[in-house]
């Protein structure tokens, strides 16, 4: 590792915080991005995950899922609730850090760097669908490679034989939490020179099988409402959302409450 990277990984640990015992970097899209270049360019292992409340919820019942997330390099805010709450907490988070805006600029960067790039996961053909739009809305981007394999561990022979023929500097996975960090984990050598993310239903988005939220929505942190709306068969998942809330406040109180007794 470059002494640029360990100086920025240092950095990295000045802004983490905790919602409810998940591990979070308070970063916004630009530094997010130049962690990225960092590592790519000096070739490391660098594993990224969005984090929202219901990763938070999952690795509150899920041991496996939080240690792994005591792993990552990097655990962006991707949620409002996350957000807010480390505020409330009295941390610095500029904002959310989306997996699709994420994704996005991993592209420009593999672009101006000439970087390799593969996309995996999605329905048939979903993945080979955004690679396409992402030749398209991204200029000098080589085509990404892409695969759709299995998921789960009886999958991992063929991933790992898919990983070694692309040789990815930039690989997005898009099998939904916490499938596609479990995924990478097993999948990505300790050695490799890539930076992985996982992007949830951002192939999807891409593809233009789903449509995302418009603008005035995302802005006012309403994704999750047009979402549901969208995919009903989601309020299974979101069912969590009110459990975070009412936890993370709780926490809040009971922290603020210890400080002031200091």
């Given amino acids: 590792m470059s002494a640029a990277t360990g100086t920025k990984t240092a950095a990295l640990r000045a802004v983490e915080f905790r919602v409810l015992g998940t591990r979070i970097h308070g ?10 270049d960092a590592w790519a360019q000096a070739g490391v292992r660098a594993h990224i995950a969005t984090v929202n409340p219901e990763f938070v919820m999952r690795a ?15 655990n962006v805010p991707d949620g409002v609730g996350v957000v807010v709450a480390g505020r409330l907490g009295g941390r610095r988070v500029p904002g959310r850090v989306t997996g ?3 994704m996005h600029e991993a592209m420009r960067l593999a672009a101006v760097r000439e970087w390799s790039v593969a996309l995996v996961g999605g329905a048939p053909g979903v ?6 739009r992402l030749v ?15 998921r789960g561990p009886e999958g991992d022979d063929a991933a790992r034989e898919f990983l070694r023929d692309a ?3 930039i690989l997005c996975v898009g099998y ?9 984990d097993r999948n990505l050598d300790a050695d490799a020179a890539c930076v992985a993310i996982g992007i949830g239903g951002t192939l999807d988005y891409l593809s233009g099988r789903v449509p995302r ?5 995302r802005s006012a942190g309403l994704e999750w409402a047009y979402r549901l709306w969208r995919q009903p068969s989601r309020w299974r998942r979101m069912q969590v959302l009110p459990i975070f809330a009412a936890l993370a406040v709780r926490e809040i109180i009971d922290l603020k409450t210890k400080d002031a007794a200091k």
């Fill in 213 to 217: 939220a418009p603008e005035a929505l």
């Fill in 127 to 132: 993945a080979e669908a955004a690679a396409k």
């Fill in 100 to 102: 699709v805006a994420l």
């Fill in 27 to 36: 970063v916004d899209l630009g530094q997010a991005a130049a962690w990225i």
């Fill in 60 to 74: 509150r019942r899920d041991a496996d899922f939080h240690d792994l997330l005591e792993r990552t390099r990097l």
């Fill in 167 to 169: 040789q990815p500097r």
């Fill in 176 to 184: 939904g939490a916490p499938h596609q960090e479990f995924w990478i």
């Fill in 136 to 150: 398209r809305d991204v200029p000098g981007l080589r085509p990404p490679r892409t695969y759709g394999g299995a």
